[in-house]
């Protein structure tokens, strides 16, 4: 590898020398090759014009080029998934008495996080004139702002459990999350559950442009003597109240809704059929190779994407009208002795 580098900042030095032809060195292929080689390789730094390579901790997000042959694949790692190339998105429908089918693939980089996602799948649904009145999706898909602008510009009922607040309130049964307490936005007034009403509301915004998150206090006084303290508060000073904050009015509540759909049997109900797309996946990787992408470039694996797609698509129809079954859900043997 120190070979492969070194062979590599020799032919860049060449390259950005007098006396190579300008084209040459304007030359995208060059451009790609020094992005790769500045996020693998460190020169020595005894001037000998050796190379090594360079750490793997610490690199950030940076620049994830990996490969000079693939200049649209960049490198992601999520959970403890770690992989170089492309993630697709794919939309089916669910609807009782059809096949499922896939309506749109929706191809990107690996490293183009989910969020950024959900309003370019349902613009492109929508130009398809396949808008569905409720959209099933993970959380990664999921926030205030998804909620809403799904709902204002394309009428769809997004449907997914929103992102988790991370505070210890929501983890343990017992305690008084945000949820439990009562919001005035009229008053801007909170009531806690021991019927306290908030003295202060001020809303404030850490960077221009953000949005302002409003900072809700309750008297010091009422959270020293409360007998719910422990659920509610771990602030130690005794002259400082349970603080909430909130997002404006018009976010906090359509979280809150989606939040309380979720805790319903008829919400839980309504979201358990998109377990559906988990058996889609598994089966374009298993009988048609999703996880390889057998071409360089983003255009071209977008391109394989929608061939699978299709081809899942025939291959459902055909099980249709076949009248074959699908497949039951499998059971691991454990959750099998654990029913
Ligand atoms: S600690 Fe304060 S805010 Fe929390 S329940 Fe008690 S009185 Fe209400």
Known sequence: MAIVGADGFHLLDALAGQTTPRAAAALPSVAVLRRVWARHFERAKDGTGGACLGPTQGRGPGDRVESPYDADAPFRAKSSTRWTGYMVHLTESCDAG??????????????????????????????????????????????????IAARESHRIDLVGPGRRNLSWQTKIAEAFSLDDFAIDWDRQLARCPEGAESTSWAES?????????????????????????HRCTRIRSRYVGRVLALLPRREHE??????????????????????????????????????????????????????????????????????????????????????
Request: aromatic letters at 4%; one cysteine or more; proline letters at 4%.
């Open 98 to 147: 059809a096949p499922r089918l896939v309506l749109h693939a929706d191809t990107t980089p690996a490293n183009v996080h989910e969020a950024s996602r959900t309003a370019a799948i349902h613009t492109a649904l929508a130009e398809k004139g396949l808008t569905p009145a409720e959209h099933l999706v993970d959380s990664a898909y999921v926030s205030a702002d998804h909620l």
């Open 205 to 229: 915004t850490k960077h221009r442009g953000q949005r302002p998150t409003i900072r809700v206090g309750f008297r010091a006084a009422d959270c020293r003597t409360c007998t719910s303290r």
């Open 254 to 339: 359509a979280l809150a809704a989606a939040r309380m759909r979720e805790r319903t049997e008829q919400g839980r109900h309504l979201y358990a059929q998109r377990q559906g797309v988990e058996g889609t996946i598994s089966q374009a990787v298993r009988a048609f190779g999703l996880r390889r992408a057998r071409y360089r470039g983003l255009a071209k694996t977008g391109l394989q994407h929608l061939a699978t797609a299709a081809a899942l698509n025939l291959e459902r129809l055909a099980a249709w009208l076949t009248e074959r079954p699908l497949e039951p859900t499998r059971v691991s043997r454990f959750a099998a002795l654990l029913a």
